[in-house]
């Protein structure tokens, strides 16, 4: 606000208030249709005064789609997988940037790598490892003769076989193997002044104590930043839960929006439907309204 | 930049990551080499061996009309739902940045949408442009017929674009409100003292200094419409109506698990990938040599 601009004022105010409108609607619109009765949600146009059936649509969506138990899944989930993030992100980047190793240059770029390729567009071949995780060592085993051996030796043929299909570990692991929160710890990392590690090694410190009592601490704002950010991207997976958990029991919250979908011919039961959307949106919209700091400071950080 | 003080015990170092590399092989290396031996075999879903056919499987899955079309609707969808959702989300973070009274609701509010799952906004948005019932059936309630995503291949692109952009309003402007708080107060004031009004300090100081902003979140947008975009097609309209919406991914999906043609599949992925990596490049190479840095 340099100068007096009433007229551009006047139209700021204008294009923002839409911007908003364009912003909040959808999510009224979802609260208002999920309290309406079946006959009152498909009248053209719908009535935005809410009706009185929003706990009655609730409950019904909620034993519709089995959302208590999709729900903790989904947080499990979630939680582990901003857990495996935060964890093994500053375990990865420490060894990057304080130590010198041969090899280390390549590692960066190996893990550098995985941030070009997200899980989308290799779908088909993680679901294979997935459903037997061994199998890559088996390959490995089998081509350098190892397993040959083996079984020369001891007559035991080697067959490794695990499968994380309809398991949390399936759920969980392949989200975390990409080199996301690495970077967003390097940056960090390499901007703690060499004096702290010097002093800490001239008390006697070696590096797991350095790491554990200095570096992490130091860097809580980071984690809490990436555990945000980690915790929403999680929750809201669809493709991997929708591929790899075909048992009802692993289910997610958000695979089971499609279930709410009404069916051509059957009822259109949109209020039912609206009344899961706000269930399953809910929990990341608190997260984000909760957490707005971390969350935009780790979505900016993650990124750059 | 490199730390001048390390820690000399190099072994104990590498043990850290570890547990990284053992992920990352797993996971990604090995599916992505999984990937490229697929896409050059003719691998037979239950089993019984590869048989080796070269570029057999890119040569057929290049020659289909339906590869083609999901290509042209993967890009007509990544163009139109960028543009949208980077002009919105400029206009507006711009206009937030000129703090006036209030502003701070619009900081607070504009980034919701980005929290939501791509699939329950598709289903809400299913529901508000629903031609049967909610908003758009105001519209056909007047002129009957005009509105049909389950009928209209171009009113289905629409839905599913409308979808997407709004969630990407969100993070689009999270991003360019950075980037102009990044702006230096003084420099705007000096540019007000000599005489510039308003839109002609956007135009010579803050679009100019924001540029690597605008360009780094194109390639974002773009990628992320690849990705992001399964979700909301698969609730919305299911890669329908006769295909119109069958973006890359929802292809991949639908030929390698329900149709279950790995190896096409695998060679779409490969495709997919080398866009992407692509993109990438692009990004780093060629657009980024013409923006302005300070």
């Given at each position: 606000m340099v100068e007096r601009t009433p007229i551009l004022n006047f139209f700021t105010h204008l294009i923002l208030f839409a911007g908003f409108v364009f912003c909040v609607a959808p999510f009224v619109i979802v609260a208002i249709a999920a309290s309406h009765n079946l006959k009152d949600v498909n009248d053209v146009p719908m009535s935005l005064l809410p009706g009185s059936d929003f706990w009655v649509n609730i409950k019904t969506a909620w034993t519709t789609a089995d959302l208590g138990p999709k729900l903790l899944n989904s947080f499990i989930m979630a939680f582990g997988v901003a857990a495996g993030k935060v964890i093994i992100s500053a375990l990865t980047a420490f060894s990057i940037v304080y130590f010198r190793y041969p090899g280390r240059m390549l590692m960066f770029w190996l893990i550098f790598?995985?941030?070009?390729?997200?899980?989308e567009v290799r779908i088909v071949p993680t679901y294979a490892v997935v459903a037997n995780v061994l199998e890559p060592y088996q390959a490995i085993l089998d081509l350098t003769g190892i397993s040959w051996l083996i079984q020369k030796i001891s007559g035991v043929q080697v067959q490794l076989s695990l499968g994380l299909l309809n398991s949390y570990s399936g759920l969980i692991l392949p989200l975390v193997a990409t080199a996301t929160g690495t970077f967003l710890y390097r940056q960090f990392f390499l901007t703690v002044p060499d004096e702290l590690t010097e002093a800490a090694r001239m008390d006697g410190a070696g590096a797991m104590r350095f790491f554990v009592d200095i570096l992490l601490p130091l860097s809580r704002n980071n984690m809490a930043a990436l555990g945000t950010i980690m915790f929403l991207w999680a929750w809201n997976q669809y493709l991997w839960p929708l591929l790899i958990t075909t048992d009802q029991s692993h289910a997610m919250a958000v695979t089971?929006?499609?279930?709410?979908?009404?069916?051509?011919?059957?009822?259109?039961e949109w209020h039912i439907a609206m009344a899961g959307t706000l269930i399953i949106m809910l929990p990341p919209l608190v997260v984000v309204v909760l957490m707005q700091r971390w969350f935009v400071r780790g979505l900016i950080a993650t990124e750059k | 930049m490199e730390k001048r003080v390390t820690f000399s015990k190099w072994r104990i170092g590498i043990l850290f990551a570890v547990p990284q590399l053992l992920l990352i092989f797993t996971f990604f290396y090995w599916p992505a080499g999984q990937a490229v031996y697929w896409s050059l075999t003719l691998q037979q879903p239950w089993g019984g061996g590869n048989i080796w056919v070269g570029l057999d499987n890119f040569r057929s899955i290049l020659s289909n009309a339906d590869y083609w079309n999901s290509i042209t609707a993967s890009l007509v969808f990544a163009g139109i739902s960028t543009g949208l959702a980077m002009f919105i989300a400029l206009v507006l973070a711009a206009l937030t940045d000129r703090?006036?009274?209030?502003s701070w609701l619009y900081r607070v509010v504009?980034?919701?949408?980005?929290?939501?799952?791509a699939p329950a906004l598709a289903l809400a948005f299913r529901f508000i442009l629903a031609p049967e019932a909610g908003f758009m059936a105001v519209v056909n309630h007047f002129?009957?017929?005009?509105?049909?995503p389950g009928l209209d291949g171009a009113d289905a692109m629409a839905s599913i674009i409308v979808a997407f952009s709004w969630k990407y309003v969100g993070y689009n402007f999270i991003f360019f409100l950075a980037a102009f708080q990044a702006i230096p107060r003084s420099l705007i004031e000096a540019a007000a003292m000599d005489g510039s009004g308003v839109i002609r300090r956007f135009w010579d100081i803050q679009l100019p200094l924001i540029t690597p902003t605008i360009f780094f979140l194109l390639v974002i947008n773009i990628t992320e419409s690849f990705q992001d975009s399964f979700g909301i097609v698969d609730i919305?309209?299911?890669?329908g109506p006769a295909n119109a919406t069958n973006l890359m991914v929802y292809k991949i999906y639908s030929d390698g698990f329900k149709g279950l043609d790995y190896s096409g599949a695998a060679a779409q992925s490969i495709i997919l990938m080398i866009l992407i990596v692509a993109l990438t490049i692009v990004q780093f190479r060629f657009i980024e040599r013409r923006v302005h840095y300070r």
């Open positions: 790598i995985t941030l070009m390729l997200p899980l089971e929006l499609k279930q709410l979908i009404p069916n051509v011919g059957g009822a259109p | 703090q006036l009274a209030g504009l980034i919701w949408p980005y929290g939501i799952a002129w009957p017929g005009v509105w049909d919305m309209t299911a890669g």
